[in-house]
């Protein structure tokens, strides 16, 4: 079958007759017409006019997909889509739950930039038992309540925090214990320890600890991995120096996949210095 298509509309109109002058969809003249078309051509036949101007139009493709759910769309057929689907959407969040929580906490915790390690860096002073660090991202105060056990002894708290971003976290928390508080290093450890376990965030903690010096002053260094929210696995390190009745913690992690998160936490813990 042969078509004139219409220059106004696109419309493709079948070939009827020779007298065919309008495009039946919206009511153009017809840009190729018989008539105008034999003031050129004034031997030629109606079947040379169709056969030469007119186009022959492609059938459109079946759509196997559309009309496979067209079928199943049938009053007969809704119970097994029903049961199919459900099964699909079953199975979809079986997968979301054993792999795209990790994907999203991967998401979460991107590996930290190597431009860290070149980038000018914050160097601070912060607290009342001043602490000098420098930190690739700039620490901001969060303070949070304490639980009503550990404040109960606590003379003086406060706790810094680096903005979002970045791939690395880093908290820095200080204490004054009042007198009579244990605040012997292996108290501040395990302190550190359960504040880690503390709302079943963490879990599977792996790690190995070292005496260091800071300042002259006794300390330890505990450096592994734990798993985040049963999702992701993570580095950390985590430092506690105590003198009398003051403690520092600073505590930093990053995925346990990036050797620059290793270099700028060692980096960081190096820059230590209690004034």
Request: charged residues 20%; proline residues 4%.
């Amino acid at each position: 079958m042969k078509y004139l298509i219409c220059a106004n509309c696109q419309h493709p109109n079948v070939i009827k007759s020779e007298y065919q002058t309008f495009c039946e969809a919206c009511g153009k003249k017809l840009q190729l017409t018989f008539a105008g078309w034999r003031q050129s051509h004034p031997m030629a036949s109606f079947g040379e006019f169709r056969e030469t101007v007119g186009v022959t139009m492609k059938p459109p493709r079946r759509n196997v997909v559309t009309a496979w759910i067209n079928r199943q769309m049938q009053p007969q057929h809704r119970g097994k889509v029903i049961i199919f689907f459900t099964l699909l959407f079953i199975c979809i969040a079986g997968a979301g739950t054993l792999f795209g929580k990790r994907a999203v906490y991967t998401l979460l915790y991107p590996k930290v930039p190597k431009s860290s390690l070149y980038a000018a860096w914050h160097t601070a002073t912060i607290g009342r038992q001043a602490l000098e660090v420098s930190t690739p991202l700039k620490l901001w105060v969060h303070d949070q309540a304490l639980k009503p056990e550990e404040a109960a002894g606590v003379e003086y708290a406060k706790s810094y925090r680096n903005e979002d971003g970045g791939g690395i976290q880093i908290a820095v928390n200080l204490r004054s214990y009042k007198p009579g508080a244990d605040n012997s290093l292996e108290a501040a450890v395990s302190a550190a320890h359960k504040a880690l376990q503390d709302g079943g965030l963490v879990g599977d903690i792996q790690c190995k600890s070292v005496p260091v010096l800071i300042s002259g002053l006794q300390g330890a260094l505990e450096e592994g991995t734990y798993t985040y929210k049963g999702a992701i696995k993570l580095s950390f390190s985590n430092l506690v120096i105590v003198r009398g009745n003051s403690r520092w913690q600073i505590h930093i992690n990053y995925r346990d996949d990036d050797p620059v998160g290793q270099d700028v936490a060692a980096r960081i813990l190096k820059s230590v210095k209690i004034k």
